[in-house]
């Protein structure tokens, strides 16, 4: 007797256009992914370079957010995948993606519409500034 996958969340939302299938080999071999097999994905405004949010993806993430135009998302608390947008109506539209030098880390340059935190700031970090001595460079 075979086992069947598992059916897939009930609030997992997936794109009538993504592509099903693995990442290209040269790009999941390139990828150094966490224990938990994740990626840290930073977000990025396309137009004005303003950081906008992190988010985790793993392969299957990943994959989702090359293949459709939306980013997709492991929520680690929820594991799950969520596509940024789909309750709120801020979407973020993929306009570039680039893997850092160490294989670890994403940048994800989006058109993001709307607020891009879940506490309907524009970005995760607006009024979240700790001090710190500021450094120059002479």
């Known amino acids: 007797m075979s086992e069947q996958p598992a059916p897939a969340p009930a ?3 997936v794109s009538e256009t993504t592509v099903p299938g ?12 966490d224990s938990a097999g994740l990626v840290a994905a930073i977000i990025q405004q396309f137009d004005t370079d303003e950081v906008l949010m992190l988010g985790w993806m793993d392969d299957e993430a990943l994959h989702r957010t090359m293949t459709s135009g939306r980013v997709t998302f492991f929520s680690r608390s929820r594991q799950e995948y969520w596509r940024k947008g789909d309750t709120s109506g801020h979407v973020q539209w993929v306009k570039s993606l680039a893997l850092d030098c160490d294989g670890d880390a994403l940048l994800v340059r ?5 607020a891009a935190c879940h506490t309907g700031t524009r970005t995760c970090f607006d ?12």
Request: aromatic content about 0%; hydrophobic content about 40%; proline content about 6%.
């Open 110 to 114: 989006v058109d993001q519409v709307g």
């Open 22 to 33: 693995p990442l290209p080999a040269g790009l999941a071999g390139s990828l150094k992914r």
């Open 11 to 13: 609030s997992e939302s």
């Open 127 to 138: 009024g979240r500034a700790l001090d710190a001595v500021v450094g120059t460079a002479d």
